[in-house]
């Protein structure tokens, strides 16, 4: 396999085969981001993309999962991505899942009948980045969609048979507005009803446009017991009716949570109240990383 840069996944792609179909983030602007910043997006010769799929296939007995990187390789075309995934189903019949970062952008420019190719074809999950449920924060940050946009892609996806991974950040308003982030995200949630949800919390590098807000003191970062009072309102205002899985166990996290919503929402607010009151739950600064 041959990649250019530092590579990203998923959390839960830890065992999958990770292939290089894009290079970088088409959008590439979000002020907390740093993950794509060295990279100018390109998409990859995708002769080349297949000509690794032959060395993998030669390197491993068995390959379960595959993984399509970078940012947001669902920005390709359906022919394009039709060609990876028929070398894929030719080369790999045991594979179970093929999934792929996507912005909401992307997810809408598809038609239902494209997303409906991409299921048929091997696509099980689409990860995106939502980040917030608030037009406010949204806006700040830079993300390039609105919240009726994150909403209808995620139903979009929904709606095709392939499954929407959703990833919230914890601090994302700041100080100033947790209490809309928070709300904002929880209502986000019980309207698009995504099949997973992954929440993490904000840690910030020095390379990024937020960094510099907050040594300004312009954006102002949550302490852990703000956080743990943030994901509680946010629970709070979460009412979905068919069933989510919902992960906030990430490294990044003062609390680790693990449960599926509508079923274990009072188990998790149950661990958040104690941990508002044992401050000994939250994990040390020292043990959070992303």
């Given at each position: 396999?041959?990649?250019?840069?530092?590579?990203?996944?998923?959390?839960?792609?830890?065992?999958?085969?990770?292939?290089?179909?894009?290079?970088?983030?088409?959008?590439?602007?979000?002020?907390?981001?740093?993950?794509?910043?060295?990279?100018?997006?390109?998409?990859?010769?995708?002769?080349?993309?297949?000509?690794?799929?032959?060395?993998?296939?030669?390197?491993?007995?068995?390959?379960?999962?595959?993984?399509?990187?970078?940012?947001?390789?669902?920005?390709?075309?359906?022919?394009?991505?039709?060609?990876?995934?028929?070398?894929?189903?030719?080369?790999?019949?045991?594979?179970?899942?093929?999934?792929?970062?996507?912005?909401?952008?992307?997810?809408?420019?598809?038609?239902?009948?494209?997303?409906?190719?991409?299921?048929?074809?091997?696509?099980?999950?689409?990860?995106?980045?939502?980040?917030?449920?608030?037009?406010?924060?949204?806006?700040?940050?830079?993300?390039?969609?609105?919240?009726?946009?994150?909403?209808?892609?995620?139903?979009?996806?929904?709606?095709?048979?392939?499954?929407?991974?959703?990833?919230?950040?914890?601090?994302?308003?700041?100080?100033?507005?947790?209490?809309?982030?928070?709300?904002?995200?929880?209502?986000?949630?019980?309207?698009?009803?995504?099949?997973?949800?992954?929440?993490?919390?904000?840690?910030?590098?020095?390379?990024?446009?937020?960094?510099?807000?907050?040594?300004?003191?312009?954006?102002?970062?949550?302490?852990?017991?703000?956080?743990?009072?943030?994901?509680?309102?946010?629970?709070?205002?979460?009412?979905?009716?068919?069933?989510?899985?919902?992960?906030?166990?990430?490294a990044s996290n003062y609390v680790s949570l693990r449960g599926d919503l509508p079923k274990d929402?009072?188990?998790?607010?149950?661990?958040?109240?104690?941990?508002?009151?044992d401050h000994n739950m939250l994990k040390d600064e020292r043990f959070r990383m992303l």
């Amino acid at each position: 396999m041959r990649y250019e840069g530092m590579i990203y996944r998923p959390p839960s792609e830890a065992y999958s085969l990770i292939l290089q179909v894009t290079i970088g983030c088409a959008h590439n602007k979000c002020t907390f981001c740093n993950m794509f910043r060295e990279k100018n997006f390109r998409v990859r010769n995708l002769d080349e993309v297949l000509e690794d799929l032959d060395m993998a296939r030669k390197q491993y007995s068995r390959v379960g999962r595959i993984f399509l990187a970078d940012g947001d390789a669902l920005v390709l075309s359906n022919n394009k991505l039709m060609r990876v995934l028929d070398h894929i189903n030719k080369l790999f019949p045991e594979c179970e899942r093929v999934s792929i970062y996507g912005s909401p952008k992307d997810v809408l420019h598809k038609t239902p009948e494209e997303l409906k190719e991409l299921y048929d074809n091997g696509i099980g999950i689409i990860y995106i980045g939502a980040e917030s449920g608030s037009d406010k924060v949204l806006k700040d940050i830079c993300k390039g969609a609105t919240r009726a946009e994150l909403i209808e892609a995620v139903r979009k996806i929904e709606d095709s048979g392939i499954k929407a991974s959703v990833t919230f950040i914890s601090g994302m308003g700041g100080r100033d507005g947790w209490e809309d982030h928070a709300i904002q995200t929880g209502t986000m949630i019980s309207e698009m009803e995504p099949s997973y949800v992954g929440l993490l919390t904000l840690m910030v590098e020095k390379d990024v446009p937020l960094y510099q807000d907050i040594q300004s003191g312009k954006f102002q970062l949550l302490s852990a017991e703000e956080i743990v009072a943030e994901t509680l309102l946010m629970l709070k205002h979460t009412d979905v009716k068919r069933n989510c899985v919902f992960r906030s166990n990430h490294a990044s996290n003062y609390v680790s949570l693990r449960g599926d919503l509508p079923k274990d929402k009072e188990k998790m607010m149950d661990l958040l109240r104690r941990a508002m009151k044992d401050h000994n739950m939250l994990k040390d600064e020292r043990f959070r990383m992303l």
